[in-house]
């Protein structure tokens, strides 16, 4: 029940925050905020065109994936599209699909020749690879024997130089064969400005002026930061999609005949599925058959397991931890709660942040940019000072530093990152750019109902005036509610049948609307409602006694006042401790409500809210939450009704209680699926870290670049410090984005 009540409790404003008698359409947001951090490469398309996810086999740079992505976005049948290195997956919207496969693979063949693009196998789980993989092995093989070669070639050098020549070109050949079959092919396709072309010039050239060593020895740092990278990368990846896909491989079908293992994706809807002790609930459905006790800490983080019989529904992912379960299919395996969460992550990493997206533009211009200047280093300063070969090898430098693959995988890889640990934890991020945003979050603003409180009405307090008992007082109120649907009807009689009472159907029952019931029951006239009711009947109420939070319901038999009741929703455990986070952050808290401005200022008396707005209608939060925003700056809102939706959508950063109503979760940037206040601040915390993050990657990686580019020119600078700044830091900035995930 919100503002406008049509119910016999139409207090003077009803705490309970639910919109009980009224639907609210979803409609745009017209805050008249531009939100431009919320626009990403999909957002302008219409929901009507097809969107499709392909899988890129073999992709090894970042920075090719970038140049895929441009071609693909160029293509007049395709409306829009993205690639995410770390996921390895394209998405693409296009009602062309039935003959786009081709030309993607021939677009992303052009850039790396050996990737291979197929459609994924949706709703197919595989199994994440743990340790190394096959080609992994080999290239560490290959690794070490170009290591020994290149030992022998240094050992021999002043020896034997002939051998050491030898040595050191099979170690070349070995080590960097691949790499120069790869530019082969590339310049063919007319592809120059990559790091298998550069890394190629570079070596040769060192060749050339005859540092041999030197040149093998930049090739094998290069493919032993490209191992390292790749491992690092893949070890991300697999720990965030082991973690968050939780999509079962088979089921258990119950038939006439037993029981038959089938894969998941066959299960249909109305197919009965048995599930064992420690056994994990495979789809979403409802329990026909046994009592069990689940565990549902893996979609929601609530750690007390719940209590299932026969009628319960059940979502997919929890664990079942007793009794063995028959249960009734009602979602297919890609509509089930384990199918959302894995989707959740994968469109999540899609969305691109705007730093990210920056990053992209600016390699484009980058890698260009030094290859013009290593020409210029190696051809100028030469025609002046006639010392070609110090020139050239400072050109070479320049050549091998030059690929801007640190940037363009390790800020992406650092949001992914960001977005995994968030959702172990249970809280979804729907892109980079919630993440990116949230830091710069200065205000939270809540709804109270279902936020702040858990949303479950309950009987506070019971005081009697007169000759009557709690219990005598409680059986007549929860006489005149049985016939009703309102929460805090329901509230009066629950509390009832918990104390055992004995409850009658009144012999007549008369609804005045926007006051409450008038009844004839066994002790006689009967009133039960609000204050306005008692009035109308002459009835006098004493004056307030003491303040407390909730909504107060009177009863009155026989013209005379019998007592009243205090309900209310209780608060969330955590929500004192979650606000008390946010103010030592300097994060303004904020409460919009539509509820009473007693029951709203008495949870922000107990939560530490610094501000208040209640008897709020839905478009008049929206008005609020922009002058909020004017007052200290981005905010971030924080509801779970379907009244909050154009106001989720109208935030800086919205973000939905997984308890709440769907419109909710659909408008949100930022699901909390364990609907707990402590996930705001945990949220808060993961995007500062991984905006961080990006940002260190960033300044280091352009900062060395910059130290080794300036140290050439002085003649300080050689290729094992270039190799350095080109494979080292992108290595290191990998693994610096990855840290992330050891967090506790």
């Known amino acids: 029940m919100s503002e406008n009540h049509n119910h016999k409790h139409e207090h003077e404003s009803c705490s309970c925050g639910h919109n009980h008698d009224h639907e609210h359409h979803h409609e745009a947001c017209c805050c008249g905020h531009h939100h431009e951090q919320k626009e990403d490469t999909f957002a302008h ?98 690794i070490a024997i170009g290591a020994v070669l290149f030992a022998a070639g240094i050992i021999l050098e002043d020896v034997l130089s002939i051998v050491s020549v030898v040595a050191f070109i099979i170690s070349y050949l070995l080590l960097g064969g691949e790499v120069l079959g790869t530019a082969i092919k590339n310049i063919s396709k007319g592809q120059v400005f990559d790091e298998n072309f550069l890394m190629s010039i570079a070596t040769i050239a060192a060749f050339v002026i ?65 599930v064992r002790p420690g056994d994990r609930i495979p789809l979403d459905g409802v329990v026909i058959g046994g009592e069990s006790r689940i565990d549902t800490a893996p979609v929601t983080g609530e750690p007390v397991p ?230 109308m009947h002459g009835i006098e109420i004493p004056k307030q006694r003491e303040s407390h939070y909730g909504t107060e319901v009177y009863v009155a038999c026989n013209g005379e006042l019998a007592g009243y009741f205090v309900i209310s929703d209780t608060l969330k455990e955590d929500s004192k401790a979650a606000i008390s986070k946010l103010k030592s952050k300097g994060i303004k808290a904020v409460m919009l409500t539509g509820d009473a401005s007693e029951s709203a200022e008495a949870v922000a008396k107990e939560t530490g809210v610094e501000e208040v707005y209640a008897k709020l209608l839905p478009e008049e939060k929206l008005e609020r939450l922009q002058e909020i925003r004017q007052k200290y700056g981005s905010v971030m809102f924080v509801g779970d009704g379907i009244n909050d939706a154009p106001v989720l959508a109208g935030a800086d950063v919205g973000a939905a209680m997984g308890s709440g109503a769907d419109a909710a979760i659909e408008a949100a940037d930022v699901v909390f699926m364990t609907s707990s206040m402590e996930a705001i601040p945990e949220a808060l915390d993961i995007a500062k870290v991984t905006n961080r993050i990006a940002i260190q990657n960033i300044v280091f990686a352009l900062a060395i670049k910059a130290m080794v580019m300036v140290l050439g020119l002085f003649g300080f600078a050689n290729m094992w410090m270039a190799v350095f700044a080109d494979s080292g830091v992108a290595m290191l900035c990998v693994l610096n984005s990855i840290r992330i995930l050891r967090r506790k």
């Open 45 to 142: 398309v219409d929901h009507k065109i097809e969107q499709k996810i392909y899988i890129i086999e073999n992709l090894g740079c970042a920075n090719c994936a970038a140049k895929m992505e441009k071609k693909i976005n160029d293509l007049p049948e395709v409306e829009a599209a993205t690639i995410t290195f770390a996921t390895k997956q394209l998405r693409v919207a296009s009602n062309h699909h039935e003959h786009l496969l081709p030309v993607l693979q021939e677009i992303c063949s052009s850039v790396e020749s050996e990737v291979i693009v197929k459609l994924r196998e949706e709703d197919k789980p595989k199994k994440v690879q743990k340790g190394l993989g096959e080609e992994q092995k080999k290239e560490i093989a290959k």
């Open 210 to 274: 005859g540092d041999f060593a030197e040149a093998v020895g930049v090739m094998l740092f290069f493919c032993v930061g490209e191992l390292f990278e790749d491992i690092a990368v893949e070890k991300s990846r697999g720990q965030i999609m082991e973690a968050v896909d939780m999509r079962p491989e088979t089921v258990q079908l119950v038939h006439d005949h037993g029981v038959h293992t089938i894969p998941a994706a066959e299960a249909k809807t109305g197919d009965i599925l048995l």
């Open 306 to 535: 719940v209590k299932v019989v026969p009628g319960s529904q059940i979502v997919s992912g929890c664990l079942n931890t007793s009794g063995t379960l028959h249960i009734r299919v009602e979602k297919l395996l890609e509509d089930s709660m384990v199918t959302r969460i894995l989707n959740s992550v994968e469109n999540a990493a899609a969305s691109k942040p705007k730093i990210d997206r920056f990053i992209t533009r600016f390699a484009r211009v980058y890698t260009p940019f030094v290859v013009v200047l290593a020409v210029a280093t190696a051809i100028l300063p030469s025609l002046i000072t006639g010392d070609w070969n110090k020139w050239i090898y400072t050109a070479i430098t320049f050549l091998v530093i030059s690929c801007p693959c640190a940037l363009v995988l390790s800020v992406p890889l650092a949001f992914f990152s960001g977005i995994g640990v968030g959702s172990k934890k249970k809280i979804l991020f729907k892109g980079g750019l919630a993440v990116e945003t949230l830091e710069q979050v200065k205000a939270v603003v809540m709804d109270k109902t279902g936020t702040i409180t858990k949303g479950d009405f309950k009987v506070q307090k019971c005081v009697t005036a007169g000759k009557y008992s709690e219990e005598e007082l409680l059986a007549m109120a929860a006489e005149c509610e049985l016939q009703s649907t309102h929460p805090i009807a329901n509230s009066i009689v629950e509390e009832a049948m918990s104390r055992h009472l004995s409850l009658e159907h009144p012999k007549a029952v008369e609804e005045i609307a926007g006051k409450g019931i008038h009844a004839v029951a066994s002790k006689g006239e009967v009133l039960c409602g609000n204050k306005a009711l008692l009035e």
